[in-house]
């Protein structure tokens, strides 16, 4: 349990630092996307994977932090990772493949509760 509790929330810690480490590149992706403010928006779901995820780590205020983890992951799951829309196979491929992980990490983040 605690090792699974670590190894769970420092994937989100590391994510939520690489938002602020390429928050340029990631907001670039996010325009593309569509998502208003998106250099604000990357910043902001950073800072909701980063504290989640320490939360989830020092096991300390968990209930907000698997919501917070919750609240990144189910519009960025459905608006960011569109397979749906995709045309070009390999990008369907591999926004099929982000969706699914999504999915399966919020399923996780709700066992945890």
Do not use: C
């Not at 995820?53 to 960025?76: A, D, E, H, K, R």
């Amino acid at each position: 349990n605690l090792i699974g509790r670590i190894i769970f929330g420092l994937y989100f810690v590391y994510n939520g630092f690489n938002h602020f480490r390429h928050a340029g590149g990631m907001a670039g992706y996010a325009a593309s996307k569509k998502v208003p403010s998106p250099k604000i928006a990357v910043y902001v779901s950073g800072a909701l994977l980063f504290l989640g995820g320490l939360g989830i780590v020092f096991n300390i205020y968990w209930q907000i932090s698997i919501l917070l983890i919750v609240i990144f992951l189910v519009p960025t799951t459905i608006f960011m990772h569109d397979f749906w829309k995709e045309t070009n196979p390999e990008s369907r491929s591999s926004q099929q493949i982000a969706f699914l992980k999504n999915v399966a990490l919020i399923g996780a983040a709700l066992l945890v509760i």
